[in-house]
């Protein structure tokens, strides 16, 4: 799928300091993405935190998002889990029309082995009327997708891509090995973006990206042109920030940069709680110096 070359951003869910979904905040995040050029929006994904949105609140956020883009860029939405009967039951009850593919993370709490993932993916597939992209993050999951069973998967007619967030370029550069050339892997860390870009990945779902949109997307297209050195200064100079996004976890890094930006608060959800002062601090010096 051509349109998901290049950068993706998974888009935060905005709060306001009473805790309820910031409609105004996100429709002015999403014009920002549009504008600053990143390839396409992920919807609900890890970073939008629907663990702790009821129904009621995802499809706020669904519409909010589809309301705002108006059309311009490609949609991706999560679905996922860890009960495969479920999942599909979703897929079926959703109103997909908006979106170009479906975003589902490998399951996880349960620990199946590679031919379970496998058994579940082939079933969501072949029950989802939209393309599969794959999500390997076994940093959330406790298990991890292998490159033999991604490659496994790549068969399946409509599974088109992965979103690899090991965090293991070797893992990835396997993964991009063993896969069919219009199978694309697509970064979900954003330390390792550009050495898996470099290695003939196909772009990145970013989470700093959505913070820094105009310079992760000239990075991401600089380096599929293989423009290594230019983009490689780019990364360079937002690095200590990826790091800072990640400090005390995600999403409250990436809000503190939207906090810095005057766009929404910083505020999250329980059991997650906002950037202490410190790094919000840190993150707010670097926004502002930041010149890229």
Known sequence: MKSLKGIGVALVTPFTNENTIDVEALQQIVAYQINEGVDYLVVLGTTGEPATLDKVEKELVKKTIITA???KLPLILGIGGNN???VIEELNNTDLSAFEAVLSVSPYYNK??????????EAVANASPKPIILYNVPGRTASNLSPATVAKLAQVENI???KEAAGDIVQAMEMIRLTPEDFLV????DMITLPMILAGGAGVI???GEGFPKAFSTMVHLGLEGRNTEAYAIHNSLAPCINYIFEEGNPAGIKS???ARGMSTGEVR????PASQSLEDKISRFVADFNV
């Open 257 to 259: 940069v939207f906090k």
């Open 206 to 208: 970013s989470v700093i």
């Open 112 to 121: 199946p082995t590679q031919e379970g993932i496998f058994a579940h993916f």
């Open 160 to 162: 088109v891509a992965i």
């Open 84 to 86: 495969t009967k479920s």
């Open 270 to 273: 329980l059991p997650l709680l």
């Open 186 to 189: 697509i970064s979900g860390d």
């Open 69 to 71: 883009n108006d059309g």
